[in-house]
């Protein structure tokens, strides 16, 4: 550890000693000792939005479990002025190398009460994490700066000293100072409100807030600001509002309306009130997540928040949804209970992630959630079917190790196995044992056996005796998930599994019990295969039979082909849209694999000319870019063909034109399709037609459905030249809505050329794009099919500002796209600068993505020959 220095609590005493070394080598360099237990918090903080200083004062109450002079807390980035335990001066040592404060006390600290008190300084930073700066402009063009916080994982202790893991829950009571013209919004409902003078002579007021629930630091929330609030809306006793900048209250509608139903709804669905006062919803201008479930306190990205239906998209409204569902979830799944240890955050995050989409499904059941989130469960599968995967549930030490957790296996997978449990259980069971494992631990910590533990309980007592805790250990202490073949073998059918893999020579390894549902002749059946092999009884076996039925086991099925005959003949017509789905992207998942070959798959994907559900034809998609960027460019004429063949008969039979009674999602497809035609079937006239579209869209008085202006600006971004370029950029800075400003910066990077993928990289490092964003732009910009290795090569020579500049949980999110840069040079160039650049947060994540380039390089040397020939 590094060298510490005491510093005496009285104030103006100013003796140092070197600390002993033999003390802090007692001590866990990651976990706090728990012989002293806190239970309520004050907490005193005076942020200068002028200087982006803060100053503070925390008390905290404690319990001391075994005699002591030793109290150790976290503190990170803070100047520590004094500390006081139970009233005497108490000499302390900045711990930095391991972010704590650790406290001498004058005397031994005897069993029972006991009370610390710290004064400390700190500055609001630029970093987007624990008390940091956000910024606007007002309507005369003048910056405008807000405290806020985000403390998740670690990082409550860059905001006041404090015992800053998840189990150590108490109560906190927050005084905040503000200027009188400004809001202060913290966990809790304000109480009193009082003005004083600063030593410079300036009025302040002092906004004191009620206390909240018991609960971790890491949902601890400030919010300081010129900003403005919605009245309340009243849901079922709890005051709901949302919080944004001036001049966007047009905008807050939607969001209030989503979070006041599904509010309600979880109620309804936990069977259990809302655990504390109130709830305010902050929309932020700068948010290095998405958002965070802070009790009574929610902040957002304002793109997450804040949106018009009249101009936005589908997928930008759930999105929105989502999102404000997915927080109000952890009111319960999270903040009430929590989980003892980081390790268990996956928990937290895949409950919330199933929910936010039950929630979402109420809301709009015609947005038919639940089948849109097969592409969710996708991205799982994707990581999931590398070597370098990882379990679910794994071992967590270090701040960077929470940092790890956050990625697609914790939300995508663990959501789509809860779903999976709750298919198989049915809903009332599973519901029932959610309600029994919120109320046996109100207030407390669990580990992820517990849930278990709780639903297999309410099983038992209703008569079942399927074994929950079981089943899902084999889906959370192992990587990877199963591919199940399935043939018939005279009057059964056989279901074997192994595990999936991108790598065929990996896939012998693991053995999970899986919920399968199986429908033949109209009849689903459900089954546990506990084995290797699972053999079902046929009424007809020569009849088409569909595994995963319903669509929401976590597993890919390889049909023999003489099922996969039956389905593609006489069966594709009874499958439901999430089965039709799966079958074509388990097909062109085994392209990827090397268990497909690359013609075929475009054969099998022709006979869907037919189709007219969005679901599957974003399956389709997938699969067509996929091939884009493995045909050579002497070849794209001949596979725009063969695109325009597939896509146009559909686009026809819906029309360019919206119709008055069609639903969101019809015409989403209508988007997509106009998108796949124009961009990878190279149709001139679909070209023009939608720089007719963009042209109308972007006047005063536009009315063209927000669809079809999304589709048309990404034909004219990826089919543009410099003067489009430059309007779009001008179309960034004048966009009056989050998800406006949104799609034409992104939009920026799929300019087909290299020296606008270059400017689009300079833009991105610009005053004019927030930090929060950069990291996506230069992203999409990698992702460029023919330009990304530009954005690569950038990203490379400005590594060290992107570090030094972007939030940390970011930088992966960047450079996630190398793996679509597939070729054996740029492989290699990318494994050698990871080598010597590594990214300690995501090392896990790093790996992944270097894997699949290996996977995507490996797929462009064994298909484009073959593809080129079938073409």
């Known amino acids: 550890m590094a060298r510490a220095t005491w510093h005496h609590g009285a104030p103006n005493y100013d003796d140092r000693v070197t600390l002993a070394p033999e003390t802090p080598a007692d001590l866990d360099r990651y976990r706090l000792p728990r012989h002293v237990m806190p239970r309520r918090y004050e907490v005193h903080l005076d942020p200068n939005l002028r200087t982006s200083v803060f100053t503070g004062r925390v008390v905290i109450e404690c319990v001391v479990e075994v005699p002591t002079r030793l109290i150790v807390v976290n503190a990170k980035d803070l100047t520590i002025h004094t500390v006081f335990v139970d009233g005497a001066p108490a000499r302390h040592a900045i711990d930095v190398a ?34 940091y700066r956000s910024t606007y402009r007002n309507n005369e063009g003048s910056e405008e700066v807000i405290a806020a916080s985000q403390m998740q994982a670690t990082d409550c202790r860059r905001a006041f000293p404090c015992f800053d893991e998840p189990d150590f829950k108490a109560v906190f009571a927050v005084t905040l100072a503000c200027e009188p013209d400004h809001l202060a919004i913290s966990n809790g409902p304000e109480i009193e409100r009082t003005t004083f003078t600063d030593p410079e002579g300036h009025e302040r007021t002092l906004v004191k807030f009620a206390d909240t629930m018991p609960m971790s630091t890491y949902l601890v929330a400030f919010v300081v600001g010129r900003l403005e609030a919605t009245p309340a809306v009243d849901v079922g006793g709890v005051p709901l509002r949302l919080v944004h900048v001036p001049g966007k209250s047009h905008l807050t509608a939607f969001g209030l309306d989503v979070g006041a139903r599904s509010l309600q709804w979880f109620v309804d669905y936990y069977g259990i009130a809302y655990p504390d006062a109130k709830i305010d919803m902050v929309a932020l201008p700068d948010f290095a997540a998405g958002a965070m479930e802070n009790v009574g306190c929610i902040t957002y990205r304002e793109s997450l ?247 929401h086991g976590f597993f890919r099925v390889d049909y023999a082909p003489e099922l996969l005959t039956r389905l593609s003949h006489v069966g594709v017509a009874s499958m439901s849209t999430v089965e039709r789905y799966n079958l074509v992207d388990d097909a062109w998942n085994a392209v990827v694999a090397g268990r497909l070959n690359a013609t075929d798959y475009l054969t099998l994907v022709s006979d869907f000319a037919d189709e007219r559900d969005l679901a599957v034809w974003q399956a389709v998609a997938i699969g067509l870019r996929g091939l884009a960027r493995i045909v050579p460019e002497s070849h794209q004429r001949k596979l725009n063909a063969r695109v325009r063949s597939l896509v146009s008969g559909a686009l026809l039979d819906i029309g360019w034109d919206p119709r008055p009674s069609e639903d969101d999602l019809r015409s989403k497809l209508r988007g997509l399709l106009i998108t796949l035609l124009a961009i990878n079937g190279g149709d001139d006239e679909a070209r023009e037609r939608c720089r007719s579209i963009f042209q109308v869209s972007v006047g005063e008085s536009s009315n063209i459905h927000p669809e079809l202006v999304a589709a048309a600006t990404t034909v004219v971004a990826s089919t543009g030249d410099s003067v489009d370029y430059s309007r779009f950029r001008e179309l960034f800075r004048s966009a009056t809505t989050p998800q406006e400003q949104l799609r034409y910066l992104y939009a920026l990077a799929d300019f087909d050329d290299a020296a606008s993928i270059e400017e689009t990289c300079l833009f991105a490092l610009s005053d004019e794009v927030k930090s929060q964003n950069a990291p996506f732009v230069l992203a999409r910009a990698m992702q460029n099919r023919r330009h990304g290795s530009v954005a690569w090569r950038f990203v490379c020579e400005n590594w060290s500002h992107a570090n030094s500049t972007f939030p940390v949980n970011t930088i992966i999110r960047m450079v996630q796209p190398v793996a679509t840069l597939d070729t054996p040079e740029m492989g290699a160039q990318a494994r050698a600068f990871f080598a010597e650049h590594p990214i300690a947060q995501s090392a896990k994540t790093l790996d992944q993505v270097l894997e699949r380039q290996q996977v995507n390089i490996s797929l462009r040397g064994r298909e484009e020959g073959r593809i080129v020939d079938s073409l």
Request: with cysteine; proline share 4%; net charge negative.
């Open 305 to 551: 928040l804040l949106v018009d239906p009249a101009t936005s998209t589908q997928s930008e409204q759930q999105l929105v949804a989502d999102v404000v569902s997915h927080e109000l979830a952890h009111m319960w799944f999270g903040d009430l209970v929590t989980m003892k240890w980081w390790n268990g955050i996956w928990l937290n995050e895949a409950f919330a992630t199933f929910m936010e989409v039950a929630a979402c499904a109420a809301y709009r059941p015609d947005w038919d959630r639940w089948t849109t989130f097969s592409l969710d469960r996708t991205a799982a599968f994707d990581t999931d079917s590398l070597a370098s995967t990882r379990p679910i549930e794994f071992e967590v030490r270090s701040p960077d190790d929470c940092e790890g957790m956050f990625d697609v296996l914790t939300y995508e997978k663990g959501g789509a196995i809860l779903r999976m449990l709750e298919q198989f259980l049915g809903e009332s069971r599973f519901r029932d044992g959610i309600r029994h494992y919120l109320r046996t631990h109100s207030y407390r910590n669990t580990e992820t056996s517990d849930l278990w533990d709780a639903i297999e309980a309410t099983v038992e007592a209703d008569g079942g005796g399927e074994p929950v805790r079981a089943l899902m250990d084999s889906w959370i202490w192992q990587p990877g998930y199963p591919l199940i073949g399935a043939h018939v073998d005279g009057d059964e059918l056989v279901l074997r599994q192994r595990r999936f893999s991108f790598d065929s020579t990996n896939d012998e390894g693991g053995s999970w019990l899986v919920p399968v549902h199986v429908r033949s002749n109209g009849i689903t059946s459900k089954h546990l295969m506990s084995s290797r092999e699972l053999r079902v009884a046929l009424d007809d076996p020569s009849s088409p039979v569909i595994v995963n039925a319903g669509g």
């Open 98 to 131: 391991d972010d704590r404060l650790i406290i001498d006390a004058s005397e031994t600290v005897p069993v029972g009460p006991s009370m610390i008190d710290i004064t400390f300084s700190g500055v609001l930073n630029d970093k987007l994490r624990g008390l």
